[in-house]
Structure formats: C-alpha cells, structure tokens
C-alpha cells in the first residue's frame, strides 16, 4: 500500500535556511599564488552570478554561476567550499543529479563538510513523494535519514536538522528512534514548541495519551506560551476531554487573541460540547480577523444549521461560496442546509451537478472518494424525500467507483431497501454481500439487524452471537442482540444482552447509548421506573442527547403524567434536530395531552409532513382532528394509519395499536353514516 509522504514536510523543505545554511568562504590549498588569486576571482564571480540567479531567475546567471565554478575548481579541484556551492547553484537550477554528484564529490574531500551533507539532505527531502516497500524512493528516504545523522554527528546542536530526523524517522515507524531524538531536543530546549508538538503527536499515536497530556501541562505550567497551549488543547481533543480542551485555548486565546488558530481551536472544542451559541461567536471572530477566508463562513453557516437558524447559515454560506467558488465542501453543506429546509430537490440539483462537474475532470484529478462522498448524500437526499428507485439507482452507480466504494455503497442500498420496506429485497442484498466478503464483521451484523427486522429473531441472535471474539469490541455486538431480542419482544434476553453492553462500555458515548438501549427496554416493558432511571443518567452525561430526552419526554407524555416535564424534555429534543419528524409529533401529543389542542395540531402537522408514512404520527394527528370535531378529516388520517400498519415490517407491527385503530375508525364511520343517512322518525298515527 502506499503512503504519501506529507506535504508539510516537503514545503518546510524548501523553506528551512536554518537546516541548509550556506558555507563559508572557501580556503585553497593551491601553493601557486597566481593561481590561487584567480581561483578566488573565479569563485567570487560564481557567487555574484548565484545570488543574482536568486534574485532575477534568469538562466544567464545561473549558467555563469556555474561557468566561474568550474573555472575555479579547475584551478585549485580540492577546494571542497568551491564543489560545495556548484553543488549548490545545480540544486537550484533543478539540475538535481550534477548536484547530488557533486555534494558527493565535496564530501570525498572534506567527509564533515556541513554545507554538502545540508545540501544532500535537502535534495533528498525535496524528492520524496509516493513511497511503498518496492519504491526507489524508500532508498532515498534512508539517504536522508542518514544525511541527517551526519549533521547531528557534526553539529549535536543543529535543532532543524534534530527535528527533520524524527519527523523521518515517523514517517518510518520508528518511534523509539524518533522519541529518543525529540527527547534530546527538549533536555536542551524545554519549550521547543515543534519538538514537543511531535512527540506529544507519537505518544498520542501510540496510545500513551495520559504521558502526552502530562508533559503538555508541565510545559504550560512552566511557560504561558500559547503554541504550547494549543498543543494541549489538541491533545486533549483527540482524547475527547473537551471541557480541558476549551480550557487551554481560552487561555490560549487570553494570551494572543489575534491568533486565529487559537480561536479556531476554541471554536472546534465548543462545538464538540455542543455549545454552538459560543462557537457562532468564535466563528464571527474569525470571520472579523480574516474575512477572505472561505472556511471560516463555512463552519458558521454549520453552526447556524445546527442552531436551526436556517437564514443566517445561508447567508453565511453565501459568502463562503464567493470566498471559494466551486469548493465540493461548500457545496456539500449547501445540499445539506436545502435538505434542512425541505428543499430537496434544490439540494438533489446541487449535487447532480457537482458530480458531473467532478466526472468532466481528468483522470486523477477527481479521485474516488469525493465523488463517492457526493454519491452518498445525493442518494440520501434521494431517500429523505421518498424517492427511492432513484436512491437504488444512485448507490448502484456509486459501487463502481472502486473497492472501497463497492462496499459502503452496498450498505447504502441495503438500507434504502430498508427504509422503503422492501425487507426481502433488503435481506437479498445483505446475503450476497457476506457470501462475498464473509469476514465483514458490519455486514454480518447488518444481515442479522435485516433478521430482526423480518421477524426471525431466533436466526438473527444466532449470527450475532457468532461474532462475539471475547473482547471489548464485543460491547457493540452485545447492544446489537439486545435490539434484536427486544424488537422480537424476548425482554428478558434483551435486558441481559443490554446490562452486558452497559458493563463492557470503554467511553462515555459507548455507555450513554447501552443506557438508553436498556431505558427504551424497561419502557416496553412498562417497568417505567427502571426506563426512567436509566434515560436520567443518559442526560445526565449528555444533555443534548436528542433521542433519550424525546423517548423520556414522550414516555412522560403518553401516559399522561408529568406533562410540563414532558413536554420540556422533548421541546430540548426538539432544538437539537428541528426537522426530526418524531420530535415534533412527541411535542404535538404533550400538547395534547394538556388539551392544548392549536399548539398540538401545529407540531402534528409538521410531523405528518416529515413523517407521512409513520402510522402513529397519522394516528396522533387523527386523534387530534377527532377531539376538535373534525371526523372527516380524522377518519381520513386513521385509514392512512391503517394502511400504513399493513405495510410496517414483521418487527414494528404492534396488534394492540392496529385494534384501537380499526377500532376509532369503525366508530367513526358509523357516525359519518348517521349523519349522512339519519335514521327515519316514527310517522304519528
């Protein structure tokens, strides 16, 4: 496989005069004075002409840089300073192998020559590119490295040439070499903020987060630097310790508050606490400090979507597409904020044409994976708004863009399938995809969900309990086979199955989703105490955790207690996901359930609209039409129900709502009947 080496690198490459400094003038060993004299004429000449070359980038002078180099190497062949900068002028002339020939050739003279072992190293550097076992290139990443080595042994205080030599020895895997190196760096320099920023990457990267995180707040301590801060807030970033995170950049922030990447930072770290009013403001900053950058309207336009402020995340999109014209990312977000506001046609459009615009490209230009990334979405859009033949046909296009591809297109369409209750076709899929690649564990698990889903829960349990391995990432597998037991109605297994996930949780999220998946059990269990308990802790941990503050609010609500409570559980559910069509029935039927019925028909209304083809949505809207005396339109909606109920999958068929149901629709059109058709009063005699 390859690896590219970064292009960081290779810019610091090519911008790093204290790594290859210039030599000093030359010293001649040629014992005829004349000679020597125009040797030194010659040399002096070539440098002028270099410089020039620096300055103008005309040929003419780099040709006579060379031309007087040559001249003076003629005259005195062993003075190294003289091969050093003809060595040097091919470099810059792209004249890549006389340079390397020559750095060799100064190098068999002096072997300590400092400014060819530079010179060397920053070629080599500057030709790495695609790299894999077999490549040449790997061979060149070792000369590097070993050029690199020879400065050090040279000069132990060159700290450029120290850290270039880690970030190699990285890229090579060979983190106790690299460590070693960055460790000698800081005993020199404790506060060398690249140093520090590239070991507390590798001990991040080797799982050692807990060591990187404490030589971080010991530097900090030692120095309010606000590079070193922002390393720490990254650190504990990529630990998910967000409330730290925050911490150090706003400190960072106190410190140099014109420092955009301090307030970015801050930004990223309320936004993973969901904190978007104070991650707008940091992002309006931004927009203030450096307005012609695209990305910085483009994340507050992503703010705004998630506060639900639809207008300003358009505006701000706006001009993140002006700053950027033609940025896929821009344009992914747009789809996105036109699927928030039901615009899903102007969001399908927007998307067709970035992926033809993207197929027009040449080859290599446009790889896999962005239009794999617009395949995906577009087919969502395609399947929000129920047009799903189109959906089918997006994800079957999206499997031929490559391996990789092939597979997560596969899952999509099983899902649409799925969603557009074609349960067998679904299974179909599912079953072909693991007899393809057997030893895919998410596809696996997606034919036993498939399973659950039809009905056969004994099956479905059987090939999930195949995938345990007896290790933590049996937590997932675990809350799995709780949802199938649960979904088939077997309460006792699935309570096991979900108490086990909860034990076996390593992070909070893992726990919080284990919690809520026992609290949903115990509900339909009618052991509403435990379910309680259960979605407390949930919101407790997560506040903004849409889904246990609907379920806890709607199972408040549909019992008829605690209506206040109810209906702020699931309003706080509702801020969180604005558009999500089982919300917003919740929050209708608390409002019912208050009898307070202009607020309830508003928010059943938006329901039906989101989620026309949810039977217990039409239902709570039909109920609602009935209590107002409209029994047309009730009956209307409780035949839509009914018909929906016959085409629900085995798992969500619930025979009790399908009675009360037929049973409401019975009694009302009887009633219609009766007013329609009054029965005949007796004729006196």
């Known amino acids: 496989m390859k690896s590219q080496f970064p292009a960081v690198l290779l810019s610091l490459a090519l911008a790093a005069p204290g790594v290859f400094a210039q030599s000093a003038a030359p010293t001649y060993s040629q014992p005829d004075e004349s000679k020597r004299t125009e040797a030194y004429y010659d040399f002096t000449m070539g440098h002028l002409d270099e410089e020039l070359y620096e ?39 792209q004249r890549i192998r006389d340079a390397i020939l020559e750095a060799q050739e100064t190098l068999k003279q002096d072997p300590d020559n400092l400014g060819a072992h530079r010179l060397l190293a920053r070629i080599y550097v500057r030709t790495l590119g695609d790299l894999d076992a077999a490549s040449p ?8 490295v070993e050029e690199f080595r020879a400065i050090l ?52 990267d080797e799982g050692r987060a807990p060591e990187a995180i404490s030589m971080l707040e010991k530097a900090a301590s030692g120095s309010m630097a606000p590079g070193i801060l922002d390393l720490l807030g990254d650190a504990y970033s990529q630990t998910s310790n967000y409330a730290k995170s925050e911490e150090a950049y706003r400190k960072a922030v106190t410190a140099e508050p014109e420092e ?64 950027s014209p033609g940025n896929l990312e821009v344009i992914y977000n747009e789809a996105l904020l036109y699927e928030a506001e039901g615009r899903y046609n102007d969001a399908a459009h927007i998307l067709s044409d970035a992926i033809a615009g993207l ?59 799925r969603a557009s209750r074609e349960i067998d076709k679904a299974i179909a899929e599912a079953k072909k995809a693991v007899a393809a690649t057997p030893q895919d564990r998410e ?53 096991r199955a979900a108490t086990t996930a909860v034990q076996m949780a390593r992070q909070a999220s893992e726990k919080g989703t284990a919690e809520f998946m026992l609290g949903a059990i115990y509900e339909r269990e009618k052991k509403y105490d435990e ?112 018909t929906e109920w016959q085409r629900a999958l085995p798992a969500d068929y619930e025979e009790d709502k399908v009675a009360q149901v037929d049973q409401k629709l019975k009694a009302v059109k009887k009633h219609l009947a009766q007013k329609t058709n009054p029965p005949e009063t007796a004729k006196p005699q």
């Open 359 to 417: 197929k027009t490209q040449p080859q290599g230009q446009s790889g896999p994976n962005a239009l794999a990334v617009l395949y995906e979405q577009l087919g969502r859009v395609y399947r929000e708004s129920e047009n799903y033949p189109a959906a089918v046909r997006i994800f079957e296009d999206m499997q031929k863009l490559g391996p990789e591809q092939q597979q997560r297109g596969e899952l999509l369409l099983i899902e649409t399938y």
């Open 137 to 144: 290139q790997k061979e060149t990443l070792g000369l590097a």
């Open 531 to 642: 379910a309680e308990e259960q979605f407390r802790k949930v919101i407790e941990s997560d506040p903004h955790n849409a889904a246990a503050l609907n379920y806890y609010g709607y199972m408040l609500a549909d019992r008829g207690v605690r209506l206040e409570e109810a209906t702020s559980l699931i309003q706080r559910a509702v801020n969180e996901e604005p558009a999500n069509g089982a919300y917003l029935d919740s929050l209708g039927w608390a409002y019912f359930k208050q009898n307070r019925l202009t607020e309830a028909e508003e928010y059943l209304r938006k329901a039906v609209e989101r989620a026309s083809h949810d039977p217990t949505v039409l239902d709570h809207l039909g109920d609602l039409y009935a209590k107002m005396g409209q029994t047309q339109r009730a009956a209307e909606l409780w035949e839509k129900a009914q």
């Open 153 to 204: 042994r040279i000069d132990p205080s060159d700290t450029e040439s120290a850290l270039w030599l880690a970030r190699l020895y990285r890229f090579e895997n060979e983190h106790e070499k690299a460590e070693e190196v960055l460790q000698g760096i800081l005993k020199r320099d404790p506060e060398n903020g690249p140093a520090l920023e590239q070991i507390s990457q590798l001990l991040l």
């Open 55 to 93: 300055i103008t980038g005309s040929s003419e002078y780099v040709t006579g840089a060379i031309e007087y180099y040559r001249k003076a190497l003629t005259l005195d062949p062993s003075a190294s300073a003289i091969t050093e900068r003809l060595a040097e002028t091919y470099a810059k002339s």
């Open 443 to 495: 596809l696996q698990t997606t034919y036993a969900m498939l399973l659950g889903e039809k009905g056969q829960t004994e099956e479905a349990a059987k090939v999930l309990r195949g995938l345990l391995r007896n290790t933590g990432d049996d937590q997932e597998i675990f809350l799995d086979l709780a949802q199938v037991e649960e979904r088939g109605r077997h309460y006792d297994a699935a309570e």
């Open 260 to 323: 955009a990447s301090h307030r970015r930072g801050l930004a990223q770290a309320l936004l993973a606490q969901n904190k978007y009013e104070e991650a707008a403001e940091q992002y309006k900053k931004l927009t203030e400090m450096d307005p012609d950058t695209a990305e910085n309207y483009l994340r507050l336009s992503q703010v705004y979507r998630h506060l639900n402020k639809l207008d300003e995340a358009e505006r701000a999109l706006l001009v993140a597409k002006q700053r």
